[in-house]
C-alpha cells in the first residue's frame, strides 16, 4: 500500500523487533489462554470472587486479539 508521495510505509525498529518475537508464538498459545482466562473466571464467579471474576474475564478479548494480531503477522510479515 503506497501512500500520496507514492512512497512505501515503513515500521519502526521497535515493531519489528516486537513483530519478529510474537512471530514464535504458536497460534494456539493465545487461544488455550483465552479459554484459560474463560475457566478461572467461572471458577472466581462460583467461588463468589465478583470483581475478580469480572476482571480476569475481560482479558479473554486481549488474548483474542493478540492471537489475531500474531496470525496476521505470520502471513503477511512486516516490511
Known sequence: MENVLGQ??????????????TA????????????????VSLALQCLGRKHS??????????????GIYNKIVKVEGHD
Open 8 to 21: 512505501q510505509p515503513e515500521e519502526g525498529k521497535l515493531t519489528k523487533a516486537i513483530e519478529k518475537q
Open 24 to 39: 514464535k508464538i504458536p497460534s494456539d498459545a493465545y487461544l488455550l489462554a483465552a479459554l484459560s482466562a474463560m475457566g
Open 53 to 66: 471474576s469480572l476482571f480476569v474475564g475481560q482479558w479473554v478479548s486481549s488474548f483474542l486479539l493478540f
